[in-house]
Antibody, heavy 116, light 111 residues
């Protein structure tokens, strides 16, 4: 079965750029949209953006100026870059597969703390 | 785009039914039948339990059902079980700028 695994630094300094990767195993990254979703501690979920295997993207309007997503089909993974970090970006970051209007497969999540 | 509005908490006794509402606007929930629901246990990733307002993914109990009226979607859980105690989130597609918006989440307590 398809599984997702996020990877990246757990601690990033304010004003720097966060880079996360989501590796897809047990299936191909092709023919699906893939999303990043985050959740600050004790708070709700926020959709960040999605990418198709072709590289086509859609971003949350509130984060659009700071977000870039990319995909590497040869490595079966996709990535997130979020710039100009502040403490408000501290959260658990999940990657997920888009299925119809929902997100049917999720990674376990990776905690990212923005602190000096 | 503001988050969808959900009650902060609901509770029910084992065997009872509860309903969680999710209120949006004509730009999101009211526009399309593209509302999904997620169950999240502490420390875990969310699990998709309803998509396209009423459809259950394979393997999801038929005790979970979804509906929508106007700009408000609802999740009903019947025959409450202890394992249903979790946070529940609704999510809607938003056609402008093609993005998704989540509700603030509802904590379900099984008494």
């Amino acid at each position: 079965q398809v599984q997702l695994q996020e990877s990246g630094p757990g601690l990033v300094k304010p004003s720097e750029t966060l880079s996360l990767t989501c590796t897809v195993s047990g299936g191909s990254i092709s023919s699906f949209y893939w999303s990043w979703i985050r959740q600050p501690a004790g708070k709700g979920l926020e959709w960040i953006g999605r990418i198709f295997d072709s590289g086509s993207t859609n971003y949350n309007p509130s984060l659009k100026s700071r977000v870039t997503m990319s995909v590497d089909t040869s490595k079966n993974h996709f990535s997130l870059k979020l710039t100009s970090l502040t403490a408000a970006d501290t959260a658990v970051y999940f990657c997920a597969r888009n299925y119809l209007d929902g997100f049917d497969i999720w990674g376990q999540g990776t905690m990212v703390t923005v602190s000096s | 785009q503001s988050a969808l509005t959900q009650p902060a908490s609901v509770s029910g006794s084992p065997g009872q039914s509860i309903t969680i509402s999710c209120t949006g606007t004509s730009s999101d929930v009211g526009s399309y039948n593209l509302v999904s629901w997620y169950q999240q246990h502490p420390g875990k990733a969310p699990k998709l339990i309803i998509l396209e307002v009423t459809k259950r993914p394979s393997g999801v109990s038929n005790r979970f059902s979804g509906s929508k009226s106007g700009s408000t979607a609802s999740l009903t859980i019947s025959g409450l079980q202890a394992e249903d105690e979790a946070d529940y989130y609704c999510c809607s597609y938003v056609s402008s700028y093609t993005h998704w918006v989540f509700g603030g989440g509802t904590k379900l307590t099984v008494l």
